[in-house]
């Protein structure tokens, strides 16, 4: 997923697709978007005490959609003091800061843990 956001920006700048590269680059984002959004929820719902679902799930969605909005204030001001480029480069990399958390080993591991 991450990588695939990378790909968005390579290609959208380095590779002469323009708009064509940042396009094909959203569709692989998009791919990966779809087989992470069910894994995240399903390792969610498995790790989460039953009585706690209803909230964990809550709290996610909060968490979710305040990060969303948060972003799109964010990468309207990057836009407009520094250009799309830069602010497409910025979410990229900002993107790529979040493969440690993704690729903990307790993350991978979680769902055999409580088999």
Do not use: D, K
């Not at 390579?10 to 064509?20: E, Q």
């Not at 399903?42 to 679902?53: F, I």
């Not at 909230?55 to 972003?71: E, I, K, P």
């Not at 830069?86 to 979410?91: F, H, K």
């Amino acid at each position: 997923m991450t990588l695939a956001l990378l790909a968005v920006t390579v290609l959208g700048t380095y590779t002469g697709l323009g708009a064509i590269g940042l396009v094909v680059g959203s569709i692989v984002h998009c791919v990966n978007e779809g087989a992470f959004s069910p894994t995240s929820m399903t390792l969610r719902q498995t790790q989460a005490p039953a009585e706690l679902l209803g909230r964990v799930s809550a709290v996610q969605r909060f968490q979710l959609w305040g990060a969303v909005a948060l972003g799109a204030l964010l990468a309207s001001a990057a836009t407009a003091l520094a250009g799309l480029e830069v602010t497409v480069w910025i979410g990229a990399l900002g993107t790529i800061l979040c493969l440690p958390a993704l690729l903990r080993r307790g993350i991978r591991t979680a769902t055999f843990a409580r088999g």
